[in-house]
């Protein structure tokens, strides 16, 4: 069974940094793309960064130059260095995983519970 796991929210005021984790447990054949979405209270969920396996980048633009997003794959962890932390930022944090269980099985998309970012002074 593949599991998503998140941690490293928190509390913090404007400014100052987060990093969050994500670790891929359990049994599969490949990960493949790995991502860190958000969802604000009363909105929608959105993409904030991503990293292939090979290790390329995107980002919303609202968070470029502040946050980074990086990948052990010896690990299956994801990470996101978040600096420069604005209120606008606080919402729950998912990371996604794109997982082939099995050779024989497509690729799907696998989400971790969600982690809490609250940027408040």
């Known amino acids: 069974q593949v599991q998503v796991v998140e941690s490293g929210g928190g509390l913090v005021q404007p400014g100052g940094s987060l990093r969050l984790s994500c670790v891929v447990r359990?049994?599969?054949?490949?990960?493949?793309?790995m991502g860190w979405y958000r969802q604000a209270q009363g909105k929608q969920r959105e993409l904030v960064a991503a990293?292939?396996?090979?290790?390329?980048?995107n980002y919303t633009d609202s968070v470029k130059g502040r946050f980074t997003i990086s990948r052990d794959n010896a690990e299956n962890t994801v990470y996101l260095q978040m600096n420069s932390l604005k209120l606008e930022d606080t919402a729950l944090y998912y990371c996604?995983?794109?997982?082939?269980?099995?050779?024989?099985?497509?690729?799907?998309?696998?989400w971790g519970q969600g982690t809490q970012v609250t940027v408040s002074s």
């Open positions: 996604s995983a794109e997982i082939r269980v099995t050779l024989w099985e497509s690729r799907n998309n696998y």
């Open positions: 359990g049994r599969f054949f490949r990960l493949d793309d």
């Open positions: 990293i292939s396996r090979g290790g390329s980048t």
